[in-house]
């Protein structure tokens, strides 16, 4: 299954992510990103199916989660 | 040996529930890892156990951002943050007049630090009234506690919420001797910040507080290491990372969701029905033997009380040799009882919950007749 990472900044807004996803039917993870493609370091973010990901993106528009796609393009 | 009679919820509640103590070990045991540093699973499994219990508190108190609960090691820590955070240059500050320490020393402290300058609003009567008289050109912050640790006077926080609303003071409300006793509802009075500790009336244990902020507080307590921007020299922007230097004391805030499901679980109405059932028994007992007076109002579980032939520190003493835990003193909260008039003895302070039962009520009015027919 081919995955994507987005990173939202923290392990609390990754939890909260994960949640909020979950609510809907998505199933993500919490991961910390890999400090070497980061700005500003350790950072937290959630793994999804890409398939998943416009639905996704869109409940967390709603849901006011600030989030980046990873590896930042 | 006799059964201990345990009257100090105020300062801690006790004994803690089988599942407290459960959540405690599971946290150390399970999930022994630092929760946001690492990628391993201990470490996952410590983020989930943190954010659950910032759920189980926003639930509490009917908020829908789970992430602007803060955790800090107590409600003094909490209210020390909640002060220092909003204000960094000269300005007039309310308090009310029954305050704890914990609030009135960060504040005595801005008065040598900025040359802020304070006063304090009475509790007695019109409360909305009196802080609208106290309010000057220059008041930028109202602080003041939701019910008082010495006696049973409360103020309401839909007071807070009003005055904040029309008046547009930074709003500090320290809940710790009211969460747990009685409904609170941030999402119908709203406040900036609401403190309290995770010990006392939500049966968590000690070594955890926390902070409901309303929005991002512009300046930062400590600072340090949060899991998160690392390479930035200043601490993150989002909350709650950038009110939380330093490790999480886990194993508390895990013993916090447990707490409040406990509470929750028997329902916070009932919980106020017995306390108060049982408070309103000890003051009738009390207030018919000789030479015992009753400190101000008595309410959630506290009956504050002095003798004439006893300091409080000996009546506690004395109360102690029958296993009977009470409070003596000032308890931390001098502004309190100069309100009340007790600055110079201070007071018994009985603290009762809803775990107290008619046996420790009877064993307690026992000891107090021997004691005071010697």
Redesign the interface.
Known sequence: MQTTVLSV?????A??AV?ILRRIGIQAK???LD?NKT??????GIELATRDVFRAVKELQQQQIPYERYPFL | MRATVYLDHAATSWPKPPSVHKAMREAIVRFGGN??R??HTLS?GA??VV?QA?EAVAELLGIRR??QVVFTMNATYALNTAIKTAIRSPCHILLSDIEHNAVLRPVHALVEQLGVEYSVFSTEGDIYSNICHAIRADTRMLVSTLASNVTGREIPLSVLSRIRREYGLYTVADASQLLGHAPVSLSEDPVDVLCAPGHKGLFGAMGCGFAVYEDTPPYTLIEGG???????TGM?Q?L??RLEAGTLPVPSIASLTAGISYITGIGLNNIRQKTDQITEQLQRELSAMDGIHIVGSVGHGIVSFVSERYSPEELARELDRYSICTRAGLHCAPLAHKTFGTQDSGTVRLSASHTTTDEDVLLFLRAMHHILSQ
Do not use: I, Q
């Not at chain 1, 700005?39 to 937290?44: L, N, P, R, S």
């Not at chain 2, 949060?226 to 930035?232: F, I, L, W, Y």
């Open positions: 900044g923290s392990v609390t807004y939890m909260k949640r919490t991961v910390k400090t700005a500003k370091g350790c950072t937290h | 929760p946001g690492s990628a996952m983020a989930d954010f910032r789970p992430e949060s899991g998160s921007e690392s390479r930035e993150p989002r709650p990372e």
